[in-house]
C-alpha cells in the first residue's frame, strides 16, 4: 500500500451503524438506567445465589455465562478491514490473516493477526476496546463494587472515563508489568481506529491460558512467584484469574489489568492474592495451592487475603466449587 493510500482512514472510519451505536451508548450510560439494570442484574445475582445454595444447582454460573453470550462483542467486516489497514500503514504486514484469540473474553475483542513482514512471517496480539466495552465495564464495575461494600472491604474498583482511557489504562499497566521485571507482552502500539474504538498491539506470546493448561507445582508456584515480585514492586494487578495468564515456553506471562481505588497498599494486594488462590484452586487441591503459598507469602499476608474471601468468589471469572471454597476457608483461618 502506497504512502497516499495510507494518509487516511475515511472510508473505515464511519459504520453504517455509527448512529445507533452512539444513541444506545447514551441511554445505557444514563443514570437512571444504569439504577435500574444494575438493580435488575443484582436481584438476579441474589435469586440464583440462593437456589444454588438450596439445591446445590449451578443456576449462578449459567445466569453470568448467559450474560456474557449477550454482551459478547463481534468482529464484523468493517473491524478486520479496520485492522487490516492499520497493520498495512503502520506495521508494514502483506497477506495479512486475522482470528479470534481464545480466552472467556468480554470486555474486547482480542485477535492474533498474521502477516508476512521483510519476507517473513509474524503475529503481533491486537485487542479492540470500544464504547460497548467502556460500557460493559462500567456495569460490571458497579456490579463488584456493590459486592465490596456488602463485604465491607476497603477498596473499590475504578471506571473508565472511555474506551480510549481503558485502552491506554492497560498500555501503561503492560509498559510497568515489563519495567518491573514480571513476564508480561510487549506493547507495540495503541490506534485509533474511529472515534470510539481502538486497538491495542502487542507481541503475540505463542502459548496458552492457564485456564487450558493442566496445572502443576512448578505452574502454580510460578504464578505466586510473579504475584510476589508485582507486589515487592508496588504494582496491582486488579484482575487475577487463570485466564489473565498465558503459558509459553515453560513461562508465565501475565496479561490484562483492571483499575483499583484503594487508601492502602496491603488492601489490592490482599485482594489480588485472594483471587490468584481461588482461581488456582479451581483446577488444583487446595492443599497442594496452600502448600505453595505459604513458599512466597507470610502467614499474616495470607490470613488477611482470607478476609476477602467472599468478595472474591463473587466474581463472575472465579468459579471455585463451594466445598473448595470451604477449604480454602480454612487453611486461610478464617472459618464461618
Known amino acids: 500500500m502506497s504512502a497516499a493510500q495510507c494518509e487516511t482512514k475515511d472510508a473505515f472510519g464511519q459504520s453504517p451503524d455509527r448512529l445507533a451505536r452512539k444513541i444506545a451508548y447514551y441511554i445505557f450510560m444514563n443514570r437512571v438506567v444504569e439504577a435500574i439494570l444494575v438493580s435488575l442484574i443484582a436481584a438476579c445475582f441474589m435469586v440464583t445465589t440462593i437456589i444454588d445454595g438450596i439445591l446445590g444447582t449451578r443456576v449462578e454460573r449459567r445466569f453470568i ?3 456474557r453470550s449477550i454482551s459478547r462483542d463481534k468482529l464484523s467486516r468493517l473491524r478486520r478491514a479496520q485492522i487490516r489497514y492499520i497493520f498495512r500503514c503502520q506495521y508494514g504486514l502483506s497477506k495479512i490473516k486475522i ?15 498474521e502477516g508476512r513482514k521483510d519476507g517473513r ?28 461494600i456488602a463485604g465491607g472491604v476497603e477498596f473499590w474498583f475504578e471506571q473508565y472515563d472511555s474506551a480510549r482511557d481503558m485502552a491506554s489504562f492497560e498500555r501503561h499497566c503492560l509498559d510497568r508489568l515489563r519495567e518491573k521485571g514480571v513476564n508480561s507482552p510487549a506493547v507495540m502500539g495503541m490506534h485509533s481506529l474511529n472515534e470510539e474504538d481502538y486497538m ?21 508456584s ?65 492443599d497442594t495451592v496452600m502448600g505453595l503459598a505459604r513458599r512466597h507469602f507470610t502467614e499474616d499476608e495470607l490470613t488477611y487475603a482470607g478476609t476477602m474471601l467472599d468478595v472474591a468468589v463473587s466474581k463472575v471469572d472465579i468459579d471455585l466449587p463451594p466445598e473448595k471454597a470451604r477449604e480454602l476457608r480454612q487453611e ?3 472459618p464461618v
Not at 99 to 104: H, I, K, T, V
Request: hydrophobic share 45%; aromatic share 6%; with cysteine.
Open 121 to 148: 512471517p509474524v503475529k503481533y496480539m491486537a485487542k479492540i476496546i470500544n464504547d460497548q466495552s467502556a460500557v460493559k465495564h462500567r456495569y460490571m464495575t458497579m456490579l463488584r463494587n456493590l459486592g465490596i
Open 200 to 220: 491495542l498491539v502487542t507481541e503475540f506470546i505463542e502459548g496458552k491460558t492457564l485456564s487450558d493448561v493442566t496445572l502443576g507445582t512448578a505452574e502454580i
Open 65 to 67: 455465562d448467559s450474560l
Open 222 to 286: 510460578d504464578v505466586l512467584a510473579t504475584l510476589k515480585k508485582m507486589h515487592d514492586s508496588k504494582v496491582i494487578h486488579g484482575d487475577i484469574k487463570l485466564d489473565n495468564f498465558l503459558y509459553s515456553g515453560g513461562k508465565v506471562y501475565l496479561i490484562d489489568c483492571l483499575k483499583i481505588g484503594h487508601t492502602t497498599l496491603p488492601v489490592a494486594q490482599a485482594f489480588d492474592l485472594i483471587c490468584a488462590l481461588c482461581s488456582l484452586c479451581e483446577k488444583a487441591p487446595v
Open 332 to 334: 486461610l483461618g478464617n
Open 99 to 113: 482470528r479470534l484469540a481464545g480466552g472467556s473474553y468480554w470486555l474486547s475483542i482480542p485477535c492474533v493477526v
